[in-house]
Nanobody, 119 residues
């Protein structure tokens, strides 16, 4: 499965961004999907996950009141709507299939998308 994340950019604190991730080469609707991020000098961390159907979602405590994960199985795409962004949200964001619900991803990473939040 190939995953391509996009939608990152530079935004001021308090602003919003919407990330997208398009999957190809597999059966997208059969995968639980997640967003993960890695800040400079830090380990990659879990952000949010969504079940195959889109009914179930799960968030890290640091984003649960601000981010929303969604998916469109007809478009093989998962989204991350990020509102009220903080400087500490600055990171490279990756999408990946969730191997063990909700936080454990498959260990293969594609190219992420950079999100930079300025103060």
């Amino acid at each position: 499965v190939q995953l391509q994340a996009s939608g990152g950019g530079l935004v001021q604190a308090g602003g919003s961004l919407r990330l997208s991730c398009v999957a190809s080469g597999g059966t997208f609707s059969s995968y639980n999907m997640g967003w993960f991020r890695q800040a400079p000098g830090k380990e990659r961390e879990f952000v949010a996950a969504i079940s195959r159907s889109g009914v179930g979602t799960y968030y890290s405590d640091s984003v649960s009141e601000r981010f929303t994960i969604s998916r469109d199985n007809a478009k093989n795409t998962v989204y991350l709507q990020m509102n009220s962004l903080k400087v500490e949200d600055t990171a490279v964001y990756f999408c990946q299939r969730v191997r063990i619900w909700p936080r454990n991803p498959y260990p293969y990473w594609g190219q992420g998308t950079q999100v930079t939040v300025s103060s």
